[in-house]
């Protein structure tokens, strides 16, 4: 195995969304991912969205480069199985409710008894501790509870969210960060195994910019905005006149009066008053409301080929559709494509972000259900007679 964290091994104790992805980061750059899953049905993610073939094709990208082991944590066979695999690891990743893995023997105290060394990544709604941290909680609730949902829409209507599950997403950046930081202290300082405890309604909060302090020293609540950018000005969304839309972000000085000037309007452009952004936002429909003449009375290239040339930071935006014939994300190799079991060919986004001497890399996509139990069990000690009796016992597949 190649790529920068190839002498780590990981086991990966969740389901769905935040540990996987998590762990998916870790296996796309070299980390020995074991998976662990249910032997019954396996992760549910298996079955999520659109299917090939009885799989589901986010379960090809999620699970990528993992090892897939099927054991039934409910049986103290299966327990102690992940016991015996944890012995060997530097990395821990769970979302379970707080307190499952306890019931099941495989706590921190339990496992770091085992492996001093080890770091557990624990990813949970509100966090190992506090009132709430026994409640369940997916992406949408630390999204409604860290402010979020509530700074997400248009004024006029109920609060909106995201079309992906950016809550979960933003905890699993969390969670590496912490595992890899965990990582590097037992490394480099003699430090010892320690929890990372990764709440998902913290980590949305820790993304709300100044949400906190603004309301603490002036008590100012930031409200729904739509597409504008509140206390930035001009950053918005802007209807063209062939009825499709611009994104214009001109918010720097130098910039602002560039924009104004590609759009006719000198007046704005060497007014002393909308010379930084403080006095902008105080005349930001006006601002707006110029741009937005200009955009409406201009079809969309000839406003992207304007502000291009002025160097004006714009662009469309952009479906799906749009996105896989992109010429910059062709140029970058950004969608990769890959082969699916049955041999037909499947476009993924590339491994992301890019290192120039390590770089992350797709060795195969994600597997079949307990692909891998026979590997790993072998490789952690057990016999063909041990494994025979696991899945007999069908505490394994």
């Known amino acids: ?175 590496v960060i912490g595992a890899l930081m965990s990582v590097l202290n037992a490394k480099t300082n003699g430090g010892s195994g320690q929890v990372v405890d990764v709440s998902l309604t913290e980590s949305v909060l820790n993304m709300m910019e100044s949400l906190i302090p603004e309301y603490d020293l002036y008590g100012h609540v930031r409200e729904r905005s739509g597409a504008a950018l509140p206390g930035i000005c001009p950053s918005n969304t802007y209807r063209t006149r062939d009825d499709k839309f611009v994104v214009v972000g001109g918010n720097s000085d130098s910039i602002f009066k560039r924009l104004m000037q590609t759009i006719s309007r000198d007046d704005l452009a060497n007014d002393p008053v909308l010379a930084n952004n403080a006095g902008r936002v105080q005349h930001s429909q006006l601002i707006d409301g110029a741009i937005s003449d200009f955009t409406v009375a201009h079809k969309l290239a000839d406003v992207l080929r304007a502000f291009d040339e002025s160097q004006i930071p714009c662009s469309p935006i952009y479906s799906v559709a749009d996105i896989v014939v992109d010429e910059q994300f062709r140029a970058r190799d950004a969608i990769v494509t890959e082969t699916l079991p049955d041999g037909s060919s499947i476009k993924l986004p590339a491994v992301f972000p890019r290192l120039s001497q390590t770089p992350g890399q797709t060795r195969w996509l994600g597997p079949a259900l307990g692909a891998h139990t026979d590997e790993i069990l072998t490789n952690a000690g057990y016999g063909a007679e041990e494994v025979k009796a696991l899945r007999a016992k069908k505490a394994i597949v």
């Open 1 to 175: 195995m190649t790529g920068p964290i190839s002498n780590l091994r990981v086991i990966e104790l969740g389901t769905l969304i935040a540990a996987p992805f998590a762990a998916r980061l870790f296996a796309e750059f070299g980390a020995d991912v074991i998976k662990v899953e249910p032997p019954d049905c396996g992760d549910p993610l298996r079955t999520w969205r659109k299917m090939h073939n009885g799989t589901s094709l986010w379960w090809y990208l999620q699970s990528r480069n993992k090892r897939c082991i099927a054991i039934d944590l409910r049986q103290p066979e299966g327990q102690d199985i992940v016991r015996r695999l944890v012995a060997d690891a530097d990395v821990v990743i769970e979302n379970f409710r707080p307190g499952t893995l306890e019931r099941w023997g495989l706590g921190w105290d339990t496992l770091s008894a085992l492996n001093p060394k080890l770091i557990m990544v624990r990813i949970s709604g509100f966090g190992q501790t506090g009132p709430s941290s026994s409640k369940p909680g997916f992406g949408a609730i630390g999204e409604a509870l860290g402010g979020l949902r509530y700074t997400t829409g248009d004024p006029s209507l109920p609060p909106s969210r995201m079309g992906v599950s950016i809550g979960d997403s933003i905890a699993s950046l969390h969670a």
